[in-house]
């Protein structure tokens, strides 16, 4: 082997469990795959937002939700599958209340990512893909969450935790195993997993404006043109 293969970080992500069945969707449930498919001019393009939707009611894509999909959409239970087992942020197997991810792309690897994925690992128990015993966290190692700047970064439910250390790592894991009010370090309230996953799905839960949507060192070069009266060349004048 040369060395330089390229590494997959989803080499065993398999296909959905069909051997568990259990679900929760119910005809509210039914009702709300239907409201999100007519949102669109094309039902087939709410696909996405109904996946979203199963995972916040069974807590993954669950086979009795590629059903219910399949049936209002009037597609084939593989051809949603075949979509749901190629994004990653569907999940095949059950995640836990909170979905800790943690950023190893390479600038947060340069600022510690691994590092912080090792020791998140190590307090957890468990390796990413995986979930703890009680069904409290999940862990993943994502790939950039264009937050660089703020790098090392930790998502939890898709919230940013921004600038992250091993030490404040292990106080907010420990905050949320004791059931505290956690915030994301932009403001946003940490709910859970399942919550955050009807928000993606078009539901909203009326906290969107929680904190600013950019952070500080995003807006630090913009700040900086602003002070000096700095502005894009018009198209028109470039020559
Ligand atoms: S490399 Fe981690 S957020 Fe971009």
Redesign the pocket.
Known sequence: MSGHEFQSFFPDSGEVDMTDTSTSIDEATMAELRDLAGRYPQARSALLPMLHLVQSVDGRISPAGIEACADVLGISTAQVSGVATFYTMYRRRPGGKHHVGV?T????AVMG?DTLLEKVSAKLGIEPDETTADGTFSLERIE?????DF???MMVNWEFMDNMTPAKADKLIDDLAAGKDVSSTRGAKITSWREAERVLAGFTDGRADEGPSAGEASLLGKSIADANGWAAPKPEDAK
Do not use: D, E, K, Q
């Open positions: 950023c792309t390479a600038l947060c990512g950039c969450n264009a937050a660089c790098a090392p970064v």
